[in-house]
């Protein structure tokens, strides 16, 4: 192995976003998918470019890709989540709100992740210890911080704790109002950004394990020192599931306080 894992799945978020940068604004063909989802041939390719990557590098170690589903070896080790092109819908509206994710996954725990914007030309990434973004070549830490108050908020299906828990609720909540500032921008990029400090926090619901989109950005915010939950406080992956990532504890509990009112 004469690539580190990190900077592998780095290299290969980068060619992801490379594919995601050179088709953009052109015709894209749409493939129907479940639910009234669909990719573009644009998430096909990238995700054909990161599998080169990886494949080239770690022959042996499986794979699931969004769109490819999962390759390798039945209960292999070491597992590479891959989701080309997160925000497929606001790419083929031709906006540029839209990430490339790599993680790589060993036993139960994410090692290494990568999270690339294909338009800033930013990469977030960690190899589990602290998390950096890379701009050029050169590495910078990053850190959470509340102090913008933005809050973003998944409103896209499914919902598993409806009507119980719906985040839509959370728009509405006098107490959030007063607080925080909702934003939704329907890309786990968004994720990515509470770690880097551009973000106060995120909240989804859904269940998450193993998950594609969401992988790389739970590591970068647990590499980062963020506050990592499932919706109702509980250890990721646990109980009703979902995720509130937050900047730090004084916004996590009072996002958890706004849920918990929110449910009665």
């Known amino acids: 192995m004469s690539i580190t894992d990190e900077e592998l799945a780095l290299t290969a978020a980068r060619a992801g976003a490379a594919v995601v940068r050179a088709m953009y604004a052109t015709p894209l063909t749409r493939f129907a998918k479940s639910a009234g989802d669909f990719a573009t041939v644009a998430d096909i ?126 728009l509405a909540d006098p107490g959030f109002a007063e607080r925080f500032r909702p934003r939704v921008v329907s890309t786990t990029l968004a994720v990515t950004w509470v770690a880097a400090g551009r973000r106060a926090a995120y909240v989804t619901d859904g269940h998450l394990r193993d998950s594609v989109h969401f992988a790389s950005g739970i590591a970068l915010c647990r590499a980062a020192g963020c506050v990592v939950t499932g919706i109702h406080g509980e250890p990721l992956h646990t109980g009703a599931g979902g995720l509130v990532v937050a900047a730090d504890p004084e916004t996590h509990t009072a996002l958890l306080e706004i849920i918990a009112r929110d449910g009665r």
């Open 45 to 170: 390719e990238a995700e054909k470019a990161i599998l080169d990557v990886i494949r080239a590098a770690r022959p042996d170690d499986a794979v699931t890709g969004e769109e490819s589903g999962r390759t390798g070896r039945d209960g292999a080790e070491r597992m590479w989540l891959v989701d080309p092109l997160c925000g497929t819908l606001n790419y083929a509206a031709r906006s540029m709100l839209v990430a490339v994710n790599v993680a790589l996954r060993v036993g139960s725990a994410v090692t290494a992740a990568a999270c690339a914007d294909p338009f800033a030309g930013e990469v977030f990434w960690t190899g589990g210890a602290r998390a950096y973004v890379r701009r050029e070549d050169v590495d910078e830490r990053i850190t959470p911080s509340a102090e913008s108050r933005l809050v973003d908020v998944n409103l896209d299906p499914p919902f598993p704790n409806a009507p119980a828990f719906r985040a839509a609720r959370l």
